[in-house]
């Protein structure tokens, strides 16, 4: 397809870009997301999911998933060496990701090559991805740990985790999806999942970003009942590196 054309184009010209969603802890921050952006010369901006599709069809997805790595050490490398302090850059990798023999390799060749350690560095999987007992998913996953990796399980409350072996997953945080924090003011339904929810983070040890926050009621809600980060356009919409970087510069002179 023209796409797939355009695709291979970008891929080898530089013409994919990653942008960084600040997670933040109180004023604190806990890590930024990367999150995949394609400005198409003729069509504008392409969603990642098509993009992302559109690499699976085309045998591009291995190609893209070791961009995104590769460019998101790069720019952590970066912030590093002129003193940007961003603690930690997440992925998100999908599920045929996670089926690839080289992952590891492909997580690691890049942080030893920018001078990062595994700390650096986290991923994201879909619980829906994570919980499907897919043997080999489980051990990929594992693996990762094993190198000190951390794993998010992204999309919480969608994707039927079993709750009686959530604790037995190679889970170092629970990111809540975003379409429970939309209905907060709206649904009390959404809001008893979200204790439960957090009740079930909590009982477990295990941190939780709630995604997608964007009014204060959101927040104060959320706060109230102990989540204690958040990610979501009230504190930041996903910003290009130099964008992400100002932000930083202009918090740290503010306090
Ligand atoms: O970035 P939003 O801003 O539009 O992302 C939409 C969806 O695309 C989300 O589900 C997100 O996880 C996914 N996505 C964004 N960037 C990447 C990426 O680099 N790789 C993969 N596999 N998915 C991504
Ligand atoms: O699937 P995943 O959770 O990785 O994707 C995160 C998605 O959420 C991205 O598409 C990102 O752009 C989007 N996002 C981030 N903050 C907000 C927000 O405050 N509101 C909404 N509606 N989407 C958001
Ligand atoms: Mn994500």
């Keep these: 397809s023209l796409l797939e054309a355009d695709l291979r184009q970008a891929l080898a010209a530089g013409g994919l870009a990653l942008h960084y969603q600040p997670q933040m802890q109180g004023g604190g921050l ?11 010369p003729t069509l504008g901006a392409i969603a990642p999911e098509r993009l992302t599709r559109t690499a699976d069809e085309c045998g591009l997805r291995a190609e893209l998933t070791r961009w995104v790595v590769g460019e998101a050490c ?29 992952l590891m390799q492909w997580l690691t060749q890049p942080l030893g090559a920018h001078g990062l350690q595994t700390a650096d560095l986290a991923v994201e999987i879909a ?39 959530l604790h037995l997953l190679p889970v170092d945080e629970l990111k809540l999806d975003g379409g429970f924090v939309r ?13 439960a929810m957090l009740h079930i983070a909590h009982g477990l040890g295990l941190p939780l970003v709630a995604e997608g926050v ?19 356009h009230l504190l930041s919409p996903p910003l290009s590196a130099p964008a992400l970087e100002r932000l930083l510069r202009e918090a740290g002179t503010a306090a």
């Design 214 to 232: 964007e009014t204060r009621a959101q927040q104060q809600f959320l706060r109230a009942h102990g989540c204690a980060l958040a990610q979501g």
């Design 30 to 40: 806990h890590g930024v997301e990367a999150l995949l952006r394609w400005q198409h």
């Design 127 to 165: 619980e829906d991805v994570l919980c499907s007992s897919d043997p080999v998913v489980l051990n990929s996953a594992h693996a990762l740990r094993r190198h000190g990796i951390a794993l998010a399980l992204d999309s919480f409350g969608t994707g039927c985790c079993n709750l009686g072996t």
């Design 74 to 102: 790069r720019q952590m490398a970066d912030w590093r060496a002129r003193g940007v302090a961003v603690p930690r850059v997440s992925v998100n990798l999908q599920g045929a990701d996670l089926h690839e023999p080289e």
């Design 183 to 195: 209905d907060i003011e709206t649904s009390a339904t959404a809001r008893a999942l979200i204790r």
